[in-house]
């Protein structure tokens, strides 16, 4: 059974910077591709970034490009998130997630992590 853990949520004023990791156990984390979503009060889930297996291929979101780096330590079973010049509008409770990553698409999505609560003040 994949548990996925996420931490480093927190508050930040905006144009300041956070980092997220989160970290895979019960399988083989090379297994997976890897993401990042999130969900705004009152909206649907959205994706943000993925990595594949190997992690030398990721895709992002066209609002975040630039801005966020998706990033994995596959010797430390850990993915990451480095999230930089952040808006209030980046307040979202952000979601990892493994799965399946294809060039150009979302990752689609096996496992999901529980979530962490990021919060951007202006």
């Known amino acids: 059974q994949v548990q996925l853990v996420e931490s480093g949520g927190g508050m930040v004023q905006a144009g300041g910077s956070l980092k997220l990791s989160c970290v895979l156990s019960g399988r083989t984390f090379t297994s997976y591709g890897m993401g990042w979503f999130r969900q705004a009060p009152g909206k649907e889930r959205e994706f943000l970034a993925s990595v594949s297996c190997g992690g030398a291929n990721t895709f992002y979101r066209d609002d975040v490009q630039g801005r966020f780096v998706i990033s994995r330590d596959n010797a430390k079973s850990t993915l990451h998130l480095e999230m930089n010049r952040l808006r209030p509008s980046d307040t979202a409770v952000y979601y990892c997630?493994?799965?399946?990553?294809?060039?150009?698409?979302?990752?689609?999505?096996?496992?999901w992590g529980q979530g962490t609560q990021v919060t951007v003040s202006s």
């Open positions: 997630a493994a799965g399946v990553y294809y060039a150009g698409r979302p990752l689609k999505v096996d496992y």
